[in-house]
């Protein structure tokens, strides 16, 4: 189910995660905060937010993490991709930032402020 309101899918940890919260904020928005590593996306959450990016799974994950290494995702299909990010959040990239149907992700943190 995607979220109607602004909502940021954050990693405190994250430099850019950090920026792109900032950047919201220091443009009149406050995001609802989904800490996603600990409160993991659904697999149709996933898929919602995949299909409002406009991308393919593997757009959307973390490619140089150890993880993704390590289950041999490189060549994997869509619903396998999929599935490894309900198991595993840290293999999605961040932040996301999605609004209403919209979704981008903050790399450069500047590039969410598209979905408005």
Excluded at 50 to 70: I, W, Y
Excluded at 76 to 96: D, F
């Amino acid at each position: 189910m995607m979220p109607t309101q602004l909502t940021i899918w954050h990693n405190p940890r994250c430099t850019k995660s950090r920026q792109t919260l900032a950047l919201l904020q220091e443009n009149g928005h406050q995001p609802a905060v989904r800490l996603y590593l600990m409160d993991a996306p659904s697999e149709a959450e996933i898929v919602a937010v995949r299909n409002a990016l406009g991308v393919t799974a593997d757009a959307m994950m973390r490619k140089g993490e150890k993880l993704f290494r390590e289950l041999g995702l490189r060549d994997a299909s869509e619903a396998e991709l999929i599935a490894a990010m309900v198991a595993n959040p840290i293999l999605i990239e961040r932040p996301i930032v999605i609004s209403d149907g919209k979704a981008a992700i903050g790399r450069p943190p500047e590039a969410v402020l598209g979905i408005f």
